[in-house]
């Protein structure tokens, strides 16, 4: 089993900058996928990063840019830096643990508000 735990969510203004983090904690193996998803009220959630073990990046075209995905295997931690926020970026941002069986694991979520 594993743990999942976000935090670093707020309001802010647009324009502004947000640093998530994501705590994992249980059975944790190096070979994984780490992304982070959010979900806007009445919309479906959505991909916003990934990145893989290997250290390979995914992002959604609309973060692209101003948002970056990192790890810190030695803490079991991931990482989403968000620059230049926008008001559409508002929503819950999820963190996501795949293992190496593609069993997915699922944080609490995190609000994220951006103000214009």
């Known amino acids: 089993q594993v743990q999942l735990v976000e935090s670093g969510g707020g309001l802010v203004q647009a324009g502004g900058s947000l640093r998530l983090s994501c705590v994992a904690s249980g059975t944790i193996f190096s070979r994984a996928t780490w992304g982070w998803y959010r979900q806007a009220p009445g919309k479906p959630r959505e991909l916003v990063a990934a990145v893989t073990s290997g250290g390979s990046t ?14 810190d295997n030695a803490k079991n931690t991931v990482y ?3 620059n ?7 929503a819950v941002y ?5 293992n190496w ?11 994220v508000t951006v103000a214009s």
């Open 58 to 71: 995914n992002y959604a075209d609309s973060v692209r840019g101003r948002f970056t995905i990192s790890t």
């Open 80 to 82: 989403l830096r968000m």
């Open 84 to 90: 230049s926020l926008k008001p559409e970026d508002t």
């Open 94 to 98: 999820y963190c996501k643990y795949r």
């Open 101 to 111: 069986a593609s069993t997915d694991y699922w944080g609490q979520g995190t609000q």
